[in-house]
């Protein structure tokens, strides 16, 4: 399966513990995004790279949340201090270049007890 | 600034009824348009895009969307739903094609009754 892919799918962790997504995105696709979609709710939109470097990001995305994409394959989205309004499915999407459009990944929900 | 409302964040259709969803936006810019669908515990699927060609956009599984300006909308509709059509299903918005963040509506639950 070439598709965008999310580890872990599922995490629980307690409040005030750190976590950590990995995203895959499909081969050759220089854009990846990340976006949190809460129960009930539309995705929203958390940040954005274009291979290496993050070119935007949400007002959602306080100091706890970091993004990286070190290499421009992979990113990473890591959690600190997690408090229970972080509870969300986590979802990343990856676009080629010169095409608006964005694959997603099945997501990665997290629970935080 | 963007939005999307979807009006309706539950339908509810019996099997072969015609599927309406109702997708209105807000866009300083001409938009770019997606309608996505997002079965349980699942990511979400393209079911189509509007890039300011054709105004009628055919997608897949039989769904269609019209970009009509003059309203500000970009209705989904398929002429006889499925049970497999049973989803969530998201209007989206971006501003431009240089593949920028996606602004989505709060979805619409379709639940098609046999």
């Known amino acids: 399966d070439t598709g965008v892919s999310q580890n872990p799918r599922h995490k629980i962790t307690k409040r005030g513990q750190n976590v950590t997504f990995r995203c895959d995105p499909i081969s050759e696709h220089n854009r990846l995004y990340w976006y949190r979609q809460t129960l009930g709710q539309g995705p929203e939109f958390l940040t954005y790279f274009q291979n290496e470097a993050q070119l935007e990001k949400s007002r959602l995305l306080s100091d706890r949340f970091s993004a990286e994409r070190p290499k421009g394959s992979f990113s990473t989205l890591e959690i600190q201090r997690t408090e229970q309004g972080d509870s969300a499915m986590y979802l990343c999407?990856?676009?080629?270049?010169?095409?608006?459009?964005?694959?997603f990944g099945p997501g990665t929900r997290l629970t935080v007890l | 600034a963007q939005s999307v409302t979807q009006l309706g964040s539950h339908v509810s259709v019996s099997e072969g009824a015609l599927v309406l969803l109702r997708c209105n936006y807000s866009s300083s810019v001409p938009p770019y348009l997606f309608w996505y669908v997002q079965y349980p515990n699942q990511g979400l699927q393209l079911l189509l895009k509007y890039t300011s060609a054709a105004t009628l956009v055919k997608g897949i599984n039989g769904f269609e969307a019209e970009f009509k300006k003059s309203e500000t909308s970009f209705h989904l509709t398929k002429p006889s739903a499925h049970m497999s059509d049973a989803a969530e299903y998201f209007c989206a918005v971006s501003r431009n094609n240089a593949g920028n963040m996606l602004t989505f509506g709060g979805g619409t639950r379709l639940m098609v009754k046999p």
């Open positions: 999407a990856s676009s080629p270049p010169s095409v608006n459009e964005q694959f």
